[in-house]
DNA sequence: TATTTATTTATAATCTTTACAATTAGTTTA
DNA sequence: TAAACTAATTGTAAAGATTATAAATAAATA
């Protein structure tokens, strides 16, 4: 099933003119079948064993075309480094506050509040973001080390 | 009224056993006055004229004392680098796609959201953060240039 | 096949933030 | 007040993530 989401993904791609090359292909792959929104240097880790020459900057390159494509999401947190994902349909984020863990989390869009803020401040407003913090279950069970 | 603010926050710092350099109380001040959210190399620029001497080290050590104490949040965006905020009293931002500026925002705490993240994911929700994006008053009158 | 263009690679550079050790300043005690 | 103690500042180095650059390579086109 998940063969389906890649086909479309590439079929995306190859209408935006980007070359499928390997590690393009590579990358999206692993986005895809990753559910943990992974770093950069996550998914530079997870590719060396099949591509032991590849850049670190090839990942970031392909992030970045998936990322203008539409095809990735760019999630930015406190915590150094960014995280993708590709899952861009609407949906909300909840972060363990002790394991950085980050879990999917489905949510009726909050269209009452952008309204009210365009409202209030004048914006133009074109989209919102909202993360929601907390314990995991994992970490609630055990007094878990942090990180 | 500002000088209000600014002793009931030098109260807190001296019963947190907290010494009040100069350093420290500029950065306070300057934060206090602020309406802009700025970064710590904003701070370390505006205060480089009464305090030539003064390392950006100290402006970081005191941003962290200060967010640690309570009197200051830490903001982290996407763009590179943090933004502090003194008023940590319960409120949204709304941030400018054009420019970055950040507008505060009232609006009353999302209180069912957390709720539901709480059933739906099973974390223990301490918390939850929200922004909202558009294009300021400012920038949709003029086709003004990034940043 | 020859040519053109996009992509990859390797590496250097940039930028923000933190770490560290020495110095200075503030506080406490005698 | 002087001495002793502790916290804070300074200057600099180091870390870590991301971007820039130029040469090499691969893909697409003619
Ligand atoms: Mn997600
Ligand atoms: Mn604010
Ligand atoms: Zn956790
Ligand atoms: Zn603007």
New interface residues.
């Given amino acids: 099933m998940s063969e389906k989401r890649l086909n479309q993904a590439i079929e995306t791609l190859k209408e935006s003119g980007v070359r499928i090359t390997p590690q393009r292909h590579a990358v999206l792959e692993y986005l895809l079948n990753s559910m943990v929104h992974p770093t950069a240097d996550e998914i530079y880790k997870a590719l060396e064993g099949k591509f032991p020459n590849m850049s670190v900057a090839t990942v970031y390159n392909n992030l970045k075309v998936l990322r203008e494509v539409g095809l990735v999401r760019?999630l930015?947190?406190?915590d150094s480094s960014?995280r993708f994902d590709c899952n861009t349909s609407d949906h909300?984020h909840?972060i363990?506050?002790n394991c950085g863990k980050i879990?999917d989390?489905?949510?009726p869009p909050?269209n009452e509040?952008?309204a009210?803020?365009?409202q209030?401040?004048?914006?133009?407003?074109?989209?919102?973001?909202?993360?929601?913090?907390?314990?995991?279950?994992d970490c609630?069970k055990v007094g878990t080390k942090k990180h």
């Fill in positions: 760019e930015t947190y406190g960014s909300y909840t363990c506050n879990v989390f489905h949510y909050l509040v952008e009210l803020a365009e209030v401040t004048g914006f133009d407003v074109s989209h919102h973001r909202l993360e929601v913090y907390g314990t995991c279950p609630q």
